[in-house]
C-alpha cells in the first residue's frame, strides 16, 4: 500500500492538477514522466489494482486516456528538489483539460476511498447488539483524508462499474459503501492474495443484498430457528433450574445459521457433514440441529445414562456428548454428527478434519474433497487462546491433511468465562489467527438474524466453490454466566446491567417481522405456544424414557464387537502370512523401476532386504514393518502413516517414499507390490503433535478398516499432545463409546541422547490403563513388531496401541527375525521366554524380567561376562498385563529372585505399574520369589542426563546390578 498511501497524501492543494495531469500521461506512455513519478504511478497501478478493476476484471486505467480528450502539450519534468511551476492561466480551450484533470482526480480519488472501505469498513461496523462497543470514526473512510470537500458530495463521479455503477455522486458513493461493510457485517478479506477470491466476495457483499434477500417463507423459517433455539434453552430454565446446561441464550442466531450452512452446502452436494464443538449451546444443536430427541436429552437431565443398560462404559455429562442422525434436505438425505468431546476447549477441531478426512477418502473423494464437511463451532477466547486452533488451520491446506474447508463458526459472548478482550486477545478480533492462512473472515451482529443467515449462506458457497476454510464471527452476548449458576455481575457490571435491559433476539426479530407486515405478531405467538407444546409432550415422555439401542458398532463398524474386561487378554489372533505372500511383498520393497534414479545407498539398503527375504535370515525392523503393511494392503486394508518425516524415518531407516536424486520424482515401493491393490499413504506432517494427533485419531473414529498410524519423531515428543492422549485415546470408548484403533510409535530408549531424546514417557501411558481401553508395549523383535500392527486390523474389536518403537535396535545386529517368524504357526508372544543356552531352570539363581531395548545390553552383558546362571525374560506387551503367559513362564524357575530391570529412572517407566502385578503372579505359582526387587536408575527429576559420560555409567551399572555383577 505504499504508492497508494504516498498518492493518498498528495492528493490535496496545489499538486493535485499537476498529479492528475502527470498521471495521465503515465497511463498514456509510461516513459513519458520522472522516474521518481513513474515509480509513483506504478506502485498504485500494482497495490491498488483491485480499485481500478470492476467486478468482471475489466480494466479501468485505459478507459482514462479518453477523458483528458486531446493529448496535452509536454511538459518539462522538474528536477530533483525543483518545484512544480505554477499553471499558466487558462485560455479559453485548456478549461475542457482542467475539467478532464478534475474529472481524473476526483476517480482516483473515490477509487481510493472505496478501497479503504474494502480494507477497512468493517472497523466502523455495527457489530455490538449491546452497543457498549461503539467503533471509532476511522481517518481512512472520511472523504476528507481524499481531497474531498462538503461540495462535491453531489457531483457525478465516473467509477466505470466499481459498484455496479458507471457514474456516481459521493453521497451515492458512501451510502453503499457504508451500508455493504459498515452495517451489521463486517467484512475482513482483502488480506487474501488470490483474486478470484477476493472477487468473489466483494461481488456478494457490496450493495448490502442481505437487506432484502428474504422472503416472508425465509423469513418465517429463521423465526422458527429462533424460537426453537430460545424456546428449548427457556424451556429447560424452567424445568431445571439448578442444574448446569451451557445455555445458547444470547447467541441463538448460532442456530439459523447453522441450519443455512448445512443446506447450502447439501444443496451443493455435501453427503455428511461433521460438527464439532465446545460445550456451550451444545444441547441446543443436538437437538435442534442433529436432532437428537427431546425426550431423550430431558431423560438425561433426570440421571439416566445415555447408555444403554447393556452397554457398558462410565458416560459423560450432557453437554460434552455427540449424537448422529440422517436428515432430508431438499430431497437429498444427509448424515450430520456431532462429535463427543471433553471441555478441553479446542481440542475437538483437529478430531473433526481427520475424521472428514477418512469419510472422503473411503467415498473415493479424493480430488476435489467437497461431499463431506466439517464445520467447527467455538467461543471467542478459546479460538484467539488455544494453539491447537492454529495447528488445525494449518492443515487445512496440506496435501496429507486438507479436506476442502472447514466452516468455523465463532459463537462470540465477547467474554471468556470472566475475561474481557482486552485480557483475552492482542489482535483486534479473536478470529485475526484465521488470516494466516488467508481465511476470509466475516463479523456479523447477532441480533441481525437475517444478516447471520446470508452470512452462513456465504460461508458454505466459498466452501464449496473454493475448497477453502471460511470464518463466521457471529457477534452476539452471554445472558448468564460461565454457567447457569454462576453470577457475572461480580465482574463485568456493566456488561450484565445492559444484557438485563436487552429483550431477546427472537422478539426483536418477530417485532420487526410485525412492523413490515411479513408475519403478524398473533402468528408469531402461536409458532411459540406450539412449540412450547412440543417441548412439554416430550418433557412428559422423558419420564418413561430409556436408551434401547446403541449406534456405535452400526454401519461401518458392523461385525466388530464390543471387548469386555473379563475376557482373555492373551487371545492369539490370526496375523501370521503364508510364505509366498511375505516374499512378494519382500520382492516389491526391493524392486526399483529401472529408469528411477534412487540414492545409491538406499539401492544398498533395499539389497539388503533382498537378501534377508531370499535367504529368510536377518529380517530387521524396518523390513518386518514394511511386512505387515505389505500384507494388510494384499488383504485389503489400506494404510495411512503420518507425522514428523516419516517418510524416510526420523532415524532414517524406514524411506517408505524414494526420491529420485535427479528430478526429485517418488517412487513408493509399497504401492506396487500387486495391480489393484489398496494404497498405502505416508504424510510427512507439518510440525506439530496435538494437531496431528487430533487428525488421526478423527481418522480412525471415521473408518475401523484402515490402518492407521501416528509416529512422534522421538517419544518424548508426545507429550505435547497429552490432551488428546488423555481425553480422547486412553477413554473415549469408555465415555462416549468411541472405538480407535490408531497405533502410536513412540521411539523409545537410552542411548545417552539427552532427557528429551530417551523417554517416551512410558509410565504414563500405563497409569491411564483401565477398563481395557488400550494396548501398551515394549517390543524386542521385528516379528512381534510385525504381528502387533496386524493384530490391529485382525482383531473383531478396535483398541489403540501405543509401543514404545526403537532407536539404536533399528540396525542392531541381534534385533533382527527370521522369516519363519512371520509365517502360519507364529503369532504374537506377550512374553519371551529365554532363548539363549543357559543353566537348566532350577539351577538358575535370578531371573531378570524386563521390556524393549535393555534386553539386549542385559544380553550382551550376560555372554561377555559367560553368566549361565541368570534367565533373561521379556515382557512385551505391559497393558492388557499378561498375568497367564508369564506365570507359566516363571513357573520353572523355581530357585530364582525375581529382578525387574529398566532404564527409566525408578519414578518413572514400567516399574511401579507392574511391581505390584508382578508379585501378584509370584504368590500364585510355586517358587521361592514372593516380590520383585528393581534394578535401574535412581529416581530423578528429568528422564535422562545428557552427559555421554555419565549415561554410559548409569547403564553399565544397572545392566550389572540386574545380573547381580556389582
Excluded at 269 to 283: D, F, Q, S
Excluded at 480 to 500: C, S, V, W
Excluded at 688 to 702: D, M, N, Q
Excluded at 853 to 881: H, S
Amino acid at each position: 500500500m505504499a504508492g497508494v498511501d504516498i498518492l493518498a497524501s498528495a492528493m490535496s492543494g496545489a499538486n493535485a492538477a499537476y498529479l492528475a495531469d502527470l498521471y495521465a500521461r503515465w497511463a498514456e506512455k509510461p516513459d513519458s514522466v520522472d522516474p521518481s513519478f513513474a515509480e509513483l504511478f506504478g506502485a498504485l497501478n500494482d497495490e491498488a489494482r483491485s480499485v481500478l478493476t470492476d467486478a468482471t476484471g475489466a480494466s479501468w486505467a485505459p478507459r482514462l486516456r479518453g477523458a483528458f480528450g486531446p493529448d496535452p502539450e509536454p511538459l518539462p519534468a522538474p528536477k530533483k528538489g525543483e518545484k512544480p511551476a505554477p499553471a499558466a492561466p487558462a485560455a479559453a480551450p485548456q478549461m475542457d483539460k482542467a475539467a478532464a484533470q478534475r474529472a481524473v482526480l476526483d476517480s482516483i480519488r473515490a477509487l481510493m476511498l472505496i478501497r479503504s472501505y474494502r480494507v477497512r469498513g468493517h472497523l466502523e461496523a455495527k457489530l455490538d447488539p449491546l452497543a457498549l462497543q461503539v467503533p471509532k470514526p476511522h481517518p481512512e473512510l472520511t472523504p476528507a483524508t481524499y481531497g474531498f470537500t462538503e461540495a462535491d458530495m453531489d457531483r457525478p463521479i465516473f467509477l466505470d462499474f466499481v459498484l455496479g455503477k458507471e457514474y456516481a455522486t459521493l453521497r451515492e458513493i458512501l451510502a453503499i459503501c457504508r451500508a455493504s461493510y459498515c452495517g451489521s457485517i463486517g467484512v475482513e478479506f482483502m488480506h487474501i492474495q488470490d483474486p478470484e477470491q477476493k472477487s468473489w466476495i466483494q461481488r456478494r457483499i457490496e450493495g448490502a443484498p442481505w437487506l432484502k434477500a428474504f422472503d416472508p417463507a425465509a423469513k418465517k423459517e429463521i423465526l422458527q430457528d429462533l424460537i426453537e433455539a430460545e424456546g428449548f434453552e427457556a424451556f429447560c430454565a424452567k424445568k431445571y433450574a439448578t442444574t448446569k446446561r451451557f445455555g445458547l441464550e444470547g447467541g441463538e442466531s448460532t442456530i439459523p445459521a447453522m441450519q443455512a450452512i448445512i443446506e447450502t452446502a447439501a444443496a451443493g452436494g455435501v453427503n455428511e457433514i461433521a460438527i464439532g464443538m465446545a460445550h456451550r449451546g451444545r444441547l441446543n444443536v443436538l437437538v435442534n440441529v442433529v436432532k437428537k430427541p427431546y425426550s431423550a436429552v430431558f431423560s438425561e437431565f433426570r440421571g439416566v445414562s445415555a447408555h444403554p443398560e447393556d452397554v457398558q462404559g462410565s458416560g459423560d455429562v450432557k453437554y460434552h456428548l455427540g449424537t448422529s442422525t440422517d436428515i432430508e434436505i431438499g430431497g437429498r438425505m444427509v448424515h450430520l454428527s456431532l462429535q463427543p468431546n471433553p471441555s478441553h476447549l479446542e481440542a475437538v477441531d483437529p478430531v473433526v478434519i481427520g475424521k472428514v478426512r477418512a469419510r472422503q477418502d473411503m467415498a473415493g473423494d479424493t480430488k476435489a474433497r467437497r461431499s463431506v464437511m466439517g464445520i467447527t463451532l467455538h467461543g471467542d477466547a478459546a479460538f484467539a487462546g488455544q494453539g491447537v486452533v492454529y495447528e488445525t488451520l494449518a492443515m487445512s491446506q496440506l496435501i496429507g491433511y486438507r479436506t476442502g474447508g472447514t466452516i468455523h463458526v465463532v459463537t462470540n459472548n465477547q467474554i471468556g468465562f470472566t475475561t474481557v478482550a482486552a485480557h483475552a486477545y492482542s489482535g483486534l478480533y479473536c478470529t485475526d489467527v484465521a488470516k494466516s492462512i488467508q481465511v476470509p473472515i466475516l463479523h456479523v451482529n447477532g441480533d441481525d438474524p437475517e444478516a447471520v443467515v446470508f452470512c452462513a449462506r456465504m460461508a458454505a458457497e466459498f466452501r464449496m466453490q473454493f475448497g477453502a476454510d471460511f470464518v463466521l464471527d457471529i457477534v452476539c452476548y452471554r445472558r448468564h454466566g460461565h454457567n447457569e449458576t454462576d453470577e457475572p455481575a461480580f465482574t463485568q457490571p456493566l456488561m450484565y446491567n445492559r444484557i438485563k435491559e436487552m429483550r431477546t433476539t427472537r422478539t426483536l426479530y418477530a417485532e420487526k417481522l410485525a412492523t413490515e407486515g411479513s408475519i403478524p405478531a398473533a402468528e408469531s405467538k402461536a409458532m411459540l405456544d406450539a412449540f412450547n407444546a412440543t417441548l412439554e409432550d416430550a418433557f412428559q415422555a422423558a419420564q418413561s424414557f430409556k436408551p434401547n439401542k446403541a449406534d456405535w458398532l452400526e454401519g461401518h463398524w458392523s461385525g466388530l464387537k464390543a471387548v469386555t474386561v473379563g475376557e482373555e487378554v492373551e487371545r492369539l489372533h490370526e496375523t501370521a502370512v503364508g510364505l509366498d505372500t511375505l516374499r512378494e511383498v519382500g520382492a516389491a520393497l526391493a524392486r526399483v523401476p529401472a529408469d528411477f534414479g534412487a540414492n545409491p545407498k538406499i539401492m544398498r539398503q533395499l539389497e539388503a532386504k533382498k537378501q534377508a527375504i531370499e535367504t529368510g535370515e536377518g529380517i530387521d525392523w524396518a523390513t518386518g514393518e514394511a511386512l505387515a503393511f505389505g500384507t494388510l494392503l494384499l488383504e485389503g486394508h489400506r494404510v495411512r502413516l503420518s507425522g514428523e518425516d516419516v517418510q524416510r524415518g526420523t532415524f532414517s531407516h524406514r524411506h517408505a517414499y524414494l526420491v529420485d536424486q535427479k528430478n526429485q520424482a517418488e517412487y513408493v515401493p509399497l504401492n506396487n507390490i500387486r495391480a489393484g491393490q489398496p494404497k498405502f499413504e505416508a504424510f510427512n506432517s507439518l510440525l506439530s503433535e496435538f494437531g496431528v494427533l487430533g487428525f488421526e485419531y478423527g481418522y480412525t473414529l471415521a473408518d475401523p478398516r484402515t490402518l492407521v498410524l501416528w509416529e512422534a519423531q522421538f517419544g518424548d515428543f508426545a507429550n505435547g499432545a497429552q490432551v488428546i492422549i488423555d481425553q480422547f485415546i486412553a477413554s473415549a470408548e469408555t465415555k462416549w463409546l468411541r472405538m480407535s484403533g490408531l497405533v502410536m510409535l513412540l521411539p523409545h530408549g537410552y542411548e545417552g541422547q539427552g532427557p528429551e531424546h530417551s523417554s517416551a514417557r512410558l509410565e504414563r501411558y500405563l497409569q491411564l490403563c483401565a477398563e481395557r481401553n488400550m494396548r501398551v508395549g515394549n517390543l524386542t523383535t521385528p516379528a512381534n513388531y510385525f504381528h502387533a500392527i496386524r493384530r490391529q486390523m485382525k482383531a473383531n474389536y478396535r483398541k489403540p496401541l501405543v509401543l514404545m518403537t526403537p532407536k539404536s535396535l533399528l540396525r542392531h545386529k541381534l534385533a533382527v527375525s527370521t522369516l519363519a517368524d512371520f509365517a502360519p504357526g507364529s503369532s504374537f508372544q506377550y512374553v519371551i521366554p529365554e532363548t539363549d543356552a543357559i543353566a537348566a531352570p532350577e539351577a538358575v539363581k535370578r531371573v531378570v524380567l524386563c521390556t524393549g531395548k535393555v534386553y539386549y545390553d542385559l544380553l550382551q552383558e550376560r555372554r561377555d561376562k559367560g553368566v549361565k546362571d541368570v534367565a533373561i525374560i521379556r515382557l512385551e506387551q505391559l497393558y492388557p498385563f499378561p498375568k497367564t503367559s508369564l506365570a507359566k513362564t516363571l513357573a520353572p524357575y523355581v530357585n530364582a529372585e525375581v529382578i525387574w530391570c529398566q532404564e527409566e529412572p525408578e519414578n518413572m517407566g514400567a516399574w511401579t505399574f507392574l511391581d505390584r502385578k508382578v508379585e501378584g503372579v509370584l504368590r500364585e505359582i510355586d517358587i521361592k520369589a514372593k516380590r520383585p526387587a528393581y534394578a535401574g536408575r535412581i529416581e530423578a527429576a528429568s528422564p535422562a542426563t545428557g552427559l555421554a559420560k555419565v549415561h554410559q555409567q548409569q547403564q553399565e551399572a544397572l545392566v550389572r546390578d540386574a545380573l547381580g555383577l556389582s
